[in-house]
């Protein structure tokens, strides 16, 4: 999967589940606000994408993602 | 395999509040957790235990998978508190005397709260084993 595959499929997954626009999702936009996550629906993303990309996101690290950006480039490098 | 008052080191409950009987095994991000359903379990009516008490058995399950975290280490068990439930199907009300085994996975971890599906079975059935399953968030209390 190219990096453009990667983030278009991000986009695709993160929508249906949290019910946004995909044209909402770009890449400079902040995770959390986007997506109206909570301190109780943030692990449902940590496990959609273990779900779908099989990358474990470590708790601690997620302070190191708030952007889809810093998400794609996150995965990119794991994935 | 823990069980009796051995699981007074994993969960803060304690009768007649307690919703598990056997820890049968603990793995990284799963768990096998037991419940003889007896006549005197305090959510069983008419025979069967009620849709209350299959959740309380799923959230203890839960909590005792976390407390066996604390047990190796030789701490006591932590609070935990149900922050959500979805995806809850209950196929039908166990009776007095089955023996159900849940199966946890964990299926995310984030800012102190844990995604867990659980499958409520029971055990050695030859039809429907299924009694229910769910998606939980727990939330461990750190002190």
Known sequence: MDKQELISKVNSVLAEEFEVEESVITPEANIKQTLELDSLSLVDMVALIENEFGVKIASNELVKIPTFQSLYDYLAERV | ?143
């Not at chain 2, 051995?6 to 056997?22: C, D, H």
């Not at chain 2, 793995?27 to 096998?32: F, L, P, S």
């Open chain 2, 1 to 143: 395999m823990l069980k009796g008052e051995e699981l007074y080191q994993l969960i803060p409950q304690r009768p007649p509040i307690v919703m598990v009987s056997e820890v049968r095994s603990v793995g990284e991000g799963c768990a096998q957790i037991g419940l003889q359903i007896e006549k005197d379990n305090i959510f069983v009516k008419d025979g069967k235990l009620q849709e209350a008490g299959i959740i309380e058995h799923i959230a203890q399950s839960a909590a005792a998978m976390e407390g066996y975290k604390s047990y190796v280490n030789q701490l006591p068990p932590k609070l935990g508190f149900i922050g959500e439930i979805k995806k809850c199907k209950i196929f039908f009300l166990p009776c007095v005397g089955t023996h159900l085994l849940t199966i946890l996975t964990v299926l995310g971890e984030a800012a102190g709260v844990t995604l867990v599906q659980a499958k409520v079975e029971i055990e050695d059935s030859d039809k429907e084993p299924l009694v229910a399953e769910c998606q939980m968030k727990i939330f461990i209390k750190n002190e």
